[in-house]
């Protein structure tokens, strides 16, 4: 059974900092690409990263780039979400998510985590 | 880049109605197209992916077409268990739309 299992949400004031992690079981992490997604409290869906199955492709959306690093290990069939520089507006659940398609460039997310809580504030 | 935009926002109807909700890219995007069903307090739920077909384990009251900017998820007899919020998105970008919440009428 493909499971999907968040850790490392919590408060945090801003500036501050998160590692958020994903332990990936059930099937063979090292073939999949991998997102995090996130959901403010009462909104919509927004894709935040993704990292390829071989980790040669990194994209973050632009309201992250330069304070949220995604990386993943495959060892240890976790992902991960390095979070940095913590605003309000990052509050939200953050959702990590198997791409179904394996190696292609759609992404198709047929399995999530049940997600952890983000809250921003001071 | 490519915006997503759905409507309605929200649409209320009653279990046995056919409902109808529709997804507009700003440009073309092929059949590249995700449709994702989403219940308070849970993760979503991949429906239907290359814009109709069919998540395996969807029952198939639920079907997706269009191509390039327009598409469209239909649930042909809607069930108590479809009430729901429902969020399109482009396959080749993280992009969702905003989605479209199925109340009870």
């Known amino acids: 059974e493909v499971q999907l299992v968040e850790s490392g949400g919590g408060l945090v004031r801003p500036g501050g900092s998160l590692r958020l992690s994903c332990a990936a079981s059930?099937?063979?992490?090292?073939?999949?690409?991998m997102i995090w997604v996130r959901q403010a409290p009462g909104k919509g869906l927004e894709g935040v990263a993704l990292i390829t199955s071989g980790g040669d492709y990194i994209y973050h959306v632009e309201s992250v780039r330069g304070r949220f690093t995604i990386s993943r290990d495959s060892a240890k069939n976790s992902l991960y979400l390095q979070m940095n520089g913590l605003r309000d507006e990052d509050t939200a659940v953050y959702y990590c998510a198997r791409d179904k398609e394996g190696d292609s460039n759609l992404y198709y997310l047929d399995y999530w985590g049940q997600g952890t809580l983000v809250t921003v504030s001071s | 880049d490519i915006q997503m935009t759905q409507s309605p926002s929200s649409v209320s109807a009653s279990v046995g109605d056919r409902v109808t909700i529709t997804c507009r890219a700003s440009?073309?995007?092929?059949?590249?197209l995700a449709w994702y069903q989403q219940k308070p307090g849970k993760a979503p739920n991949l429906l239907i992916y290359?814009?109709?077909t069919l998540e395996s384990g969807v029952p198939s009251r639920f079907s997706g077409s269009g191509s390039g900017t327009d598409f469209t998820l239909t649930i042909s007899s809607l069930q108590p268990e479809d009430f729901a919020t429902y969020y399109c998105?482009?396959?080749?970008?993280?992009?969702f739309g905003g989605g479209t919440k199925v109340e009870i009428k």
């Open positions: 998105q482009q396959a080749n970008s993280l992009t």
């Open positions: 440009q073309a995007i092929s059949t590249w």
């Open positions: 059930g099937f063979s992490f090292s073939d999949y690409d």
């Open positions: 290359d814009a109709r």
